[in-house]
């Protein structure tokens, strides 16, 4: 296989998310797919956000925000959250706000996936800032949990990959991490 060297601004595919906040007593969201799992204990989460975004305003002023992951029947409101500021529109009514013991952490109702998080600390880097929180609460649709997982397939977990600006289903699992691995260390 031959390798071409391409621009190194690459993006990976991105799990769809999206953080749900208060900003002056009010709901508001924003659709992130910069986030992953960033401590094991206890549960810690991270997500790039622009640094011009009206949401760090409301994590900023609460110290407390939600993850909710959309599954695929959500996705014209997933992007619509992503394409208006909430300093100019009122996203307020997009989605039907829950909470558990956060009161600042909106929880979407239409969203298989809750997580309720307490900030621990905000990286300001040139353009965007890393925001992390702990993990307080999650909640999940009872549909979609086999034993104590998730089934992010069955619940219609989606992707976004750039710049070509597309969403992605979940898809098929094709192997069992922690074991297939194992079959390397026989040969």
């Known amino acids: 296989m031959q390798k071409k060297k391409i621009g190194k601004n690459v993006y990976i595919p991105m799990p769809m998310s999206i953080l749900g906040v208060k900003v002056n007593g009010k709901e508001n969201y924003m659709a992130v797919g910069w986030i992953t799992r960033a401590n094991g204990n206890p549960p810690m989460i991270a997500m790039g956000i622009g640094n011009r975004h009206f949401s760090l305003k409301g994590i900023r002023e609460n110290s407390e925000f939600s993850i909710n992951f959309p ?4 996705i014209i409101e997933t992007d619509y959250i992503g394409i208006c500021s909430g ?3 009122d996203k307020s009514k997009v989605f039907i706000a829950e909470y558990g013991e956060l009161m600042n952490a909106p929880l979407i109702k239409e ?8 900030l621990v600390n905000i990286i300001e880097l040139p353009t965007n800032s890393i925001v992390i929180g702990e993990i307080i609460e999650a909640f999940c649709d009872d549909n979609f949990i086999e034993g ?7 619940m219609k977990a989606f992707f976004l990959t750039m710049p070509d600006r597309k969403y992605w289903s979940f898809g098929n699992e094709i192997g069992k991490a922690w074991a297939d691995g194992k079959k390397y260390q026989t040969k």
């Open 71 to 74: 599954g695929e029947n959500s």
């Open 148 to 154: 104590e997982n998730v089934n992010f397939n069955e």
């Open 111 to 118: 969203c298989p996936l809750n997580l309720a998080c307490k």
């Open 87 to 89: 300093s100019k529109t």
